[in-house]
Each structure stands twice: as structure tokens, then as C-alpha cells.
């Protein structure tokens, strides 16, 4: 059996490690145009600033390593150009000349491309950069060793966060530049807007809702599509990737979103003798099952290694991915997993959002950090459709968790009974996770109701009066503006100052208060809602609504 494999990294070089192990005999060949064929691209960012100190560093694997270990033929800076699907060979070029190769099973993991737009004057920019490989990254250290002053980060998703939090602790100063209305577009906006003010707060300068439509002066000068001009001696485009499926198209190979290539359950293309996996493929969102692109490296290298298992005749399903990922933007993580509310909405599901605040381990024990967690689910049967958290500890934990349950077919009813591991050092005899359980079944039972942040406004507006529990002193740290202030533990005492005949929205700092309020007012016979992450959250959404020291 002869496998022939396009591409290396992730999904290719799992594919052919693994077939190895199960196939001692077979003939396994890695085209890899680019000069490595196994290298860390996730930490190409952490180079910039020195965090990872070595370029060697990245280098997972050598083509030497790999021959010597696995037996593998890998041959780097060699680029297939062709397919000839009718009599099982590749055509590939190599120091400027051509050779062929032939295949019983060829695999495709050709991976994703930068995406670089057409903007005017950027064929006549210098030091515009993309960061997908290790020449990338060449390229930009050689920029960087030119002491540049002022630099421009096009893009703030993952990478782009990741790189503009490198050039700051290089000593540079960084522009951020977003045509989506907030930073990290995959999360929510509430919950991306505590990324937000951790990166204004480190002096990142912030341009979202706004795109750059021309470079002038060979790139130093960005002009941005309010009329803004950026100066830059160092812009870095990171707007997203798109399936590399070039060579697929050229072989007549079915393609579907946006170019992604077409795959079934077992990874075949409509080719049945090769296959496709990692950024180049069309996935299942595996909550909605709808057609995706999920171009992360866990995808990636766990169907690297289900191709190998199914082409050496074991039984694998490629069952879709729900796209767990994670950054560090300074001091802050925000992770997520499956669905955000944005794209449940668009889907018509039948949701509940919550969000609640708890600590990465016992708050009593030194050091304790706020997480902010936000949970999307089914409404009436609590199948859970995502989760979002922000925090500087603790936040891989329990999106990991959540993703665990999602992938297990959990609901929120079993998030409770979730028994996790529990030391003062290490978490809470109730974790944030078991909290979110607790919470989403008082609202599917009925038991709380909410008003979320973006409803507060047309509530009040309705005639709703807003009811703040907080505790005089937490008052220095702002109030609502149009509000009534009686605290929790007076609420019993002074209930009679209140109005049977009003409906109430209950907010305290992060919404354990107001729901116990809620409790009380509601068994008194009053109409009663509580704010969704009450004052914490939209304090950090909507800081200029409110009013501070009043008190």
C-alpha cells in the first residue's frame, strides 16, 4: 500500500505517524512545499516578543527525525502542482524541476491560506506582513530587528490579538484594527468587551467598526474607511484564513462553502481514493449540523488520525466538530466552545442565555480571580448549545468542561451533578460549572426569570423600575441611573416600600443577590425579574450609562 499525503503540520503529519504505527509495510510519502513539515504555528505569535525564546522552539519534528523514527519519506520544499485522479499519480515541482509520483490512497492537508485583501496601494507597501508559517515569521523578525516604532494589526481575532499582545511587550506601539463592531468576533459582545478593555487598558489603540481602504507612502501611512490615518512601520494583516483547495479544484474534486473541500463521514473526497482533512475541509457544526470551516489544530490532528485509522480498515466516523478554542490577551483568557447566542439566534433555537461570576478556586484562599461565564442552551430541555468565559485563571477548566458535556450529549440538569476535583488551591466545593447548572434549571423550572443586558433599557422604558440590592458602600463603584437602592439583607424590613402593582428588575453586582432577592419579593406576591450578570456585566459594557459616586 502506498499513501502519498499533500501537506504536513497538523493533520497531514498525524495522518502519516499514525498510519505508520498501524502499517509497518506501507509505502507513506509527505510533499510539504514550504521547507518544514512539522512545526508549531500556534506559537509563531510568542516568538515576536521573545516569550518563546528560540525559532527552534517551533520546530516540532525534522524531516530526518521523522525518516529516522517512522520510516516516513518526508520531503520538504517539494509542491504539488497536479493530480492525475484517472491514473493514481501526482505531478510536484522541486528545485524548478518537475517530478511524479504515484498513489493507492492520497491524502489532502493542504491547510488554509492567509486571506489578503485587495486594498489600493498595498501591491506598493512594504513591511506588510502575514503570519501563517515559519518564513512568515522570518519575515517579520527581520522587521522587527529594524527597531520599528509604531505597528498596525489588521484583524482581532485570535491571531490578531495574539500578535498585537507580542509587539507590545516588544516595546512597540500597536494599533488594533477591526471592521466587526467589537474585538474577538466568535464571542459575544458582552463578553468580548472585558478582551476589550484589557487591550485599551495596555495602551493598544482600538478601531473597531472599521476597516483600512488604502495604504499610502509604501505602506507607513493606513487610511482607515472613517478617514482615520495610521502611522506604521510594521502591519501585520490577520483577517482570517481560507481553505487552500487550489489543487483540489484543479483535479475536479467537489468543493462546497467557500471553497472548503467536500468530505464525507470518512474523510473521502468525491474521489473515493483520496481524502481530506484539516482547514481545507467542510466539517458539521456538530450542534446545528450544519456545513462550517473549523480551522483549528485539535480538529485537524484528531482527523489526521482517523483518515489513517479508516484507510488501514478501521471503523472511524468523522462526527463534526463544535470549535472549542482559547486565547491569552494579557492578563485575561477567553475561551468558548460550540454555539455563541449570536449564531443560535440566526439558527432559530429555542435559547436561554445566563451569565454568572464565580471565582477559579476557593474564595477564601489567596489570590482567588473572578471568572465570567456565559452559558447558551435549550430553553425547555437544557440541551446545552455553547459557553464563553473570560478570566485570568481557571477559564481553560471549565470551557473544557463544558465542551466535554457537549460532546457527551449533556444537559444542564447534569452540569450539577458534575463531580469535580475540589481543594481551596484548586476550586470550589461549587464550581462556577456546577453553578450554571444550578442557575439555567431555576430558569427553565421557572423558579428565576431574567432581563438581559441589552433589554434593561426598553424594560425601564416599559415602566419596569430597577431594584438595587448592593450594599451602600458598593454604590462608590457606580449606579444605575435610574434606579431604587434598598440592600438585601434590609429588603425583608423595608418591603413595604414597595409596590405590588409595579413589575421590578433586581440587580446586585453579579446576580446571586438579586436572585435571592427575587426569591423574596416573588413569595411576597411581587412581579419580579433579575438582570442577567447584573451590575458587574453591564458596568463593563456600558460604563458611561452609569452614575458614579453618588454616594
Avoid at 478617514?227 to 484564513?241: A, H, K, P, R
Avoid at 444605575?480 to 409595579?502: A, G, V, Y
Wanted: proline share 4%; glycine share 8%; aromatic share 6%.
Amino acid at each position: 500500500m502506498k499513501i502519498v499525503i499533500v501537506g504536513g503540520v497538523a493533520g497531514g503529519m498525524s495522518a502519516a505517524t499514525r498510519l505508520r504505527r498501524l502499517n509497518e509495510n506501507a509505502e507513506i510519502i509527505v510533499f510539504e512545499k514550504g521547507p518544514y513539515v512539522s512545526f508549531a504555528n500556534c506559537g509563531l505569535p510568542y516568538h515576536i516578543s521573545g516569550e518563546i525564546e528560540t525559532r527552534e522552539q517551533l520546530l516540532v519534528q525534522t524531516s530526518t527525525g521523522l525518516n529516522n523514527r517512522f520510516n516516513i519519506d518526508v520531503r520538504p520544499n517539494h509542491e504539488v502542482v497536479q493530480i492525475d485522479r484517472e491514473n493514481k499519480k501526482v505531478m510536484f515541482n522541486h528545485n524548478q524541476e518537475t517530478g511524479v509520483e504515484t498513489y493507492d490512497y492520497l491524502i489532502l492537508s493542504t491547510g488554509a491560506s492567509p486571506i489578503t485583501p485587495q486594498i489600493k496601494g498595498i501591491e506598493r507597501s512594504e513591511h506588510i506582513f502575514t503570519l501563517r508559517s515559519i518564513p512568515d515569521l522570518d519575515r517579520i523578525m527581520d522587521q522587527v530587528q529594524q527597531n520599528p516604532k509604531h505597528a498596525v494589526v489588521v484583524g482581532a481575532g485570535f491571531i490578531g490579538l495574539e500578535v498585537a499582545e507580542n509587539l507590545v511587550k516588544k516595546g512597540l506601539s500597536v494599533s488594533l484594527v477591526e471592521k466587526a463592531p467589537q474585538v474577538l468576533p466568535p464571542l459575544d459582545e458582552e463578553m468580548a468587551s472585558f478582551i476589550q478593555n484589557e487591550v485599551t487598558s495596555k495602551n493598544i489603540a482600538v478601531y473597531t467598526s472599521n476597516s483600512v481602504v488604502e495604504f499610502k507612502d509604501e505602506g507607513q501611512t493606513i487610511v482607515l474607511e472613517n478617514g482615520e490615518e495610521l502611522s506604521s512601520d510594521l502591519t501585520i494583516l490577520s483577517i482570517g484564513v481560507q481553505p487552500e483547495s487550489s489543487l483540489a479544484k484543479q483535479a475536479g474534486i467537489k468543493t462546497g462553502l467557500r471553497d472548503g473541500i467536500l468530505v464525507n463521514e470518512n474523510y473521502q473526497t468525491s474521489d473515493d481514493n483520496i481524502y481530506a482533512v484539516g482547514d481545507a475541509i467542510i466539517v458539521k457544526q456538530q450542534i446545528t449540523n450544519q456545513e462550517t470551516l473549523i480551522p483549528l489544530a485539535s480538529p485537524a490532528n484528531r482527523q489526521g488520525r482517523q483518515v489513517a485509522d479508516i484507510i488501514s480498515g478501521q471503523t472511524r466516523k468523522n462526527k463534526g466538530s463544535i470549535g472549542t478554542s482559547i486565547v491569552r490577551v494579557f492578563d485575561l483568557t477567553a475561551a468558548s466552545t460550540g454555539l455563541n447566542e449570536r449564531t443560535a439566534k440566526q439558527v432559530q433555537l429555542p435559547i436561554s442565555v445566563l451569565h454568572i461570576s464565580g471565582k477559579n478556586h476557593a474564595g477564601y484562599f489567596p489570590n482567588a480571580t473572578d471568572i465570567h461565564l456565559k452559558l447558551i442552551f435549550h430553553s425547555e430541555t437544557g440541551e446545552i448549545y455553547g459557553a464563553q468565559a473570560i478570566g485570568q485563571e481557571g477559564v481553560d477548566k471549565r470551557i473544557d468542561v463544558i465542551a466535554t458535556a457537549i460532546k457527551g450529549g449533556l444537559s444542564v440538569f447534569d452540569l450539577p451533578e458534575l463531580e469535580l476535583t475540589y481543594a481551596p488551591p484548586f476550586g470550589s466545593a461549587k464550581d462556577p460549572v456546577n453553578m450554571a447548572g444550578y442557575a439555567a434549571i431555576n430558569l427553565i423550572e421557572g423558579t428565576s426569570e431574567s432581563v438581559q443586558w441589552y433589554e434593561l433599557e426598553d424594560e425601564l422604558n416599559k415602566g419596569k423600575i430597577l431594584l438595587d440590592v448592593r450594599n451602600d458602600q458598593e454604590l462608590r463603584n457606580g449606579q444605575f441611573s435610574h434606579s431604587i437602592h434598598i440592600p438585601l439583607d434590609n429588603l425583608r424590613d423595608e418591603i413595604h416600600q414597595l409596590d405590588k402593582k409595579k413589575e421590578y428588575i433586581v440587580s446586585c453586582h453579579s446576580g446571586l443577590r438579586s436572585y435571592i432577592a427575587e426569591r423574596i419579593l416573588k413569595q411576597n406576591g411581587f412581579s419580579v425579574k433579575n438582570l442577567d450578570g447584573a451590575f458587574a456585566l453591564y458596568r463593563n459594557i456600558y460604563p458611561d450609562k452609569l452614575i458614579y459616586n453618588k454616594k
